[in-house]
T-cell receptor, first 115, second 114 residues
Framework: AQKITQTQPGMFVQEKEAVTLDCTYDTSDPSYGLFWYKQPSSGEMIFLIYQGSYDQQNATEGRYSLNFQKARKSANLVISASQLGDSAMYFCAMRGGTSYGKLTFGQGTILTVHP | EPEVTQTPSHQVTQMGQEVILRCVPISNHLYFYWYRQILGQKVEFLVSFYNNEISEKSEIFDDQFSVERPDGSNFTLKIRSTKLEDSAMYFC????????????FGNGTRLTVT
């Protein structure tokens, strides 16, 4: 079974600053993937970034990067140069290698970007 | 860019009634999913579907729930006899594979059971 934990119910950041959203996971699968999604107040789920358990380098996608520390079982999302439009709920999710593709989601972190 | 479409966007039904939520996944995707999210809370897995059969389901997905892919493009979730606690946002999702491909989500159907 997989478990994803996001311990920050809410985070605040000033516009143009960087912010880190925490995610820890637990799994017995040797192969797995970690995903981050953004859910704005309009409700849609937007895929941001993916990290595979065997990837040697941390994933990056534009202003999003993933601080992947396998030994610590953490996959924190870093958003650089925050924008007002980044205000949303952020979910960390995991797919285990033995699953049929489902993602298991964490509880989410609400990010508020202040001007 | 191709997207997952869901209809209706909002459905109101009375307790005990049957509802069918409809989804059109991305055309070359092979894996299909239903999730639900009770207002502002965690996104909960219901069921995954591959090769015309259920591949995995959660404890939430009891006998009141069923899924179907009737015609090779639509993917439906049926709730046979709705309860008040079924009120939630229901998301359909699809993915190309079960490895590194992300799930692409539809915009959801908000189900309100009165």
């Amino acid at each position: 079974a997989q478990k994803i934990t996001q311990t920050q119910p809410g985070m605040f950041v000033q516009e143009k600053e960087a912010v880190t959203l925490d995610c820890t996971y637990d799994t017995s699968d040797p192969s797995y993937g970690l995903f981050w999604y953004k859910q704005p107040s309009s409700g849609e789920m937007i895929f941001l970034i993916y990290q595979g358990s065997y990837d040697q380098q941390n994933a990056t996608e534009g202003r999003y990067s993933l601080n992947f520390q396998k030994a610590r079982k953490s996959a924190n999302l870093v958003i650089s140069a925050s924008q007002l439009g980044d205000s949303a709920m952020y979910f960390c999710a995991m797919r285990g290698g033995t699953s049929y593709g489902k993602l298991t989601f964490g509880q989410g972190t609400i990010l508020t970007v202040h001007p | 860019e191709p997207e997952v479409t869901q209809t209706p966007s909002h459905q109101v039904t009375q307790m005990g009634q049957e509802v069918i939520l409809r989804c059109v996944p991305i055309s070359n995707h092979l894996y299909f999913y239903w999730y639900r999210q009770i207002l502002g809370q965690k996104v909960e897995f219901l069921v995954s579907f591959y090769n015309n059969e259920i591949s995995e389901k959660s404890e939430i997905f009891d006998d009141q729930f069923s899924v179907e892919r009737p015609d090779g493009s639509n993917f439906t979730l049926k709730i046979r006899s709705t309860k008040l606690e079924d009120s939630a946002m229901y998301f359909c999702a699809s993915s190309f594979d079960r490895g590194s491909s992300p799930l692409h989500f539809g915009n959801g159907t908000r189900l309100t059971v009165t």
